[in-house]
């Protein structure tokens, strides 16, 4: 924000829009195309996060054969805050990551677009899919109880490949009314139609997560 606002960087509130405006002046050269920077922040605190997302559908059909090689998305998270060397509302736009490599040389390491994201918000950033860790999904119950009514128990297979100890968030949406009759890990309901794991999966090792639902809907 300091080297931006030196640079001549300003935004302003306009009715439901934000503004930003550099002011000075630059100069194209003939079929040049030149890039200048509208904000730019450091040491900006970033989570990493590896999530392994189900879908509704696992819950309305008999499934035979385990889901092998399933993919774990890789998340950068940044709260947009001033006490993050941020804290202005972002542009909908493009957002590139580079990580320095053992020799100091910044490596780019993916993109993702982020929506407008007001002061204080989140961003979450997909950097794309996990290359060691993977995940499995098996079916090993699925009944039908009544009319409307049904029990399914998974079991979450997920495999380490690193050399380091790694945490998985596993994101299951429920369709429903639904209950968690058992688990083998402890669980939270952010919302509605979400269950979540966190777990530890070790280096060079397997975790299994086994959990049992009945469903009304």
């Not at 990580?99 to 204080?120: L, M």
Request: glycine letters at 6%; a neutral charge; zero cysteines.
């Amino acid at each position: 924000m300091e080297r931006a606002e030196a640079d001549g960087f300003q935004e302003k509130s306009f009715f439901e829009y934000h503004l930003y405006t550099l002011d000075g002046r630059t100069t194209l050269k003939d079929n040049q195309t030149k890039q200048l920077a509208l904000m730019s922040a450091s040491d900006v605190p970033v989570l990493k996060q590896l999530i392994y997302y189900g879908a509704q559908d696992y819950y309305r059909t008999s499934y035979g054969m385990p889901m092998s090689n399933q993919k774990v998305g890789v998340y950068l998270d940044i709260k947009n805050a001033k006490a993050n060397r941020l804290g202005v509302p972002l542009p909908r736009g493009k957002v590139r990551v580079y990580k320095a490599d053992a020799s100091g040389s910044q490596q780019f390491v993916g993109e993702d677009w982020i929506d407008h994201t007001p002061t204080d918000e989140r961003v979450k950033i997909k950097m794309g899919d996990a290359f060691d860790v993977v995940g499995e999904r098996t079916q090993k119950d699925f009944r039908k109880i009544a009319s409307g009514l049904y029990e399914v128990e998974w079991e979450i297979a997920l495999r380490n490949h690193k050399k380091q100890d790694q945490t998985v968030t596993v994101i299951e949406p429920v369709p429903g009314d639904w209950e968690v009759l058992h688990a083998t890990h402890t669980f939270d309901k952010p919302e509605a139609h979400t269950l979540k794991f966190e777990v530890l999966v070790p280096k060079e090792g397997t975790a299994k997560v086994v959990y049992r639902v009945r469903i009304r809907g």
